[in-house]
């Protein structure tokens, strides 16, 4: 399978705390790889470091080939990224929130126009096209940062906690969302939810104190630790319960 993200190395320091401890990872086209860890074990800093939002201490990582330390000009058009905090204008209206976003990339007249109207149809943004993005539920301003995200047809997406705060059935309309993106965009994604990185991910990668611990599908992931729960996998491997 082909690379769409490699990291070599990488490594974040804030004076004495390493947030980030020589990662090496790669991602696969068409992949969605969660990052799952405590809060503190470097899961949005590495996500931070991948899109160009904050610089390596040391090594690096090629998102398409593109090196994000040397060459963020390049890799900038490669991605899309819907933070933790929904990117969206509060006082703009969904309409205003996409054009200004296919503005932002480059994506003006009928071309910008064509985008705007495809995230519509595709996240079924219709039926809220001319409320403002503040006044809608969190549900519908997640759907709307992600389609905002996608909006300049990105080959890797970064999602950062991207169902935070939903009720369940928020959560589960945005999980076929996502799910309807694989094969097509390389996606990495960060969440605390354990039922979430289970339903979604290809591959998880677990990281403790800025270390990774490991990389493997859910049900690699339930084997090792012993256990058919994926959850309680979780738990024993990152409290080091479970030997790797």
Not at 44 to 64: F, H, K, N, Q, Y
Not at 102 to 113: D, F, I, T
Not at 137 to 147: E, N, P, T, V
Request: proline residues 2%; charged residues 25%.
């Amino acid at each position: 399978m082909q690379e769409a993200i490699r990291v070599s190395g990488l490594t974040k320091r804030y004076k004495r705390l390493t947030a980030v401890d020589h990662l090496n990872l790669q991602v696969h086209e068409g992949e969605l790889l969660s990052l799952l860890g405590v809060n503190g074990a470097g899961k949005t800093t590495t996500v931070r470091m991948l899109c160009g939002l904050s610089r390596p201490s040391e090594g690096d990582a090629w998102i398409e080939g593109h090196s994000v330390l040397h060459e963020g000009a390049k890799v900038k058009p490669l991605i899309g990224i819907s933070p933790q905090e929904t990117a969206v204008a509060p006082n703009l209206t969904v309409r205003e929130n996409l054009r200004l976003m296919a503005g932002v990339y480059g994506l003006r007249g009928e071309e910008g126009k064509e985008a705007v109207a495809k995230a519509v149809e595709e996240f079924g943004l219709r039926e809220v096209l001319s409320r403002r993005a503040g006044r809608l539920s969190g549900g519908w301003q997640r759907r709307l940062s992600l389609a905002m995200a996608l909006l300049g047809g990105p080959k890797v997406l970064f999602l950062d906690e991207p169902t935070l705060g939903l009720d369940v059935l928020a959560r589960r309309e945005l999980w076929h969302l996502i799910l309807s993106l694989k094969g097509r965009v390389t996606t990495v994604l960060t969440t605390h939810y354990m039922e979430e990185a289970e339903a979604l991910s290809d591959r998880i990668a677990i990281l403790r104190s800025g270390r990774l611990l490991l990389t493997d599908s859910a049900a690699g992931v339930c084997e090792r630790a012993g256990t058919a729960d994926f959850s309680e996998a979780f738990a024993r491997i990152v409290t080091g319960e479970v030997g790797l």
